[in-house]
């Protein structure tokens, strides 16, 4: 006969494994870095309205160097 956790799914047998107190540090520090990545994607986008800002200037530029 089986034993109860073998037909356990794997996430379940990990819940089992991990302590609450585990758990809630794993849950804080996946919180930190989805806040990070919110901000690094709203750095990406910035520096690509930039990006965009400096091509539009430097084809102005040229345009008024051109013959």
């Given at each position: 006969m089986k034993e109860p956790h073998?037909?356990?799914?794997p996430?379940?047998?990990l819940r089992?494994?991990?302590?609450?107190a585990h758990i809630r540090s794993l849950?804080?520090?996946l919180q930190t870095?989805?806040?990070r990545i919110t901000?690094?994607?709203?750095?990406?986008?910035e520096l690509r309205r930039d990006s965009l800002r400096v091509a539009e200037l430097v084809d102005?530029?040229?345009q008024q160097l051109s013959p």
């Open positions: 073998a037909t356990a799914s996430l379940t047998r089992n494994r991990l302590s609450g849950q804080a520090e870095e989805r806040e901000q690094l994607e709203a750095e990406l986008d102005l530029v040229e």
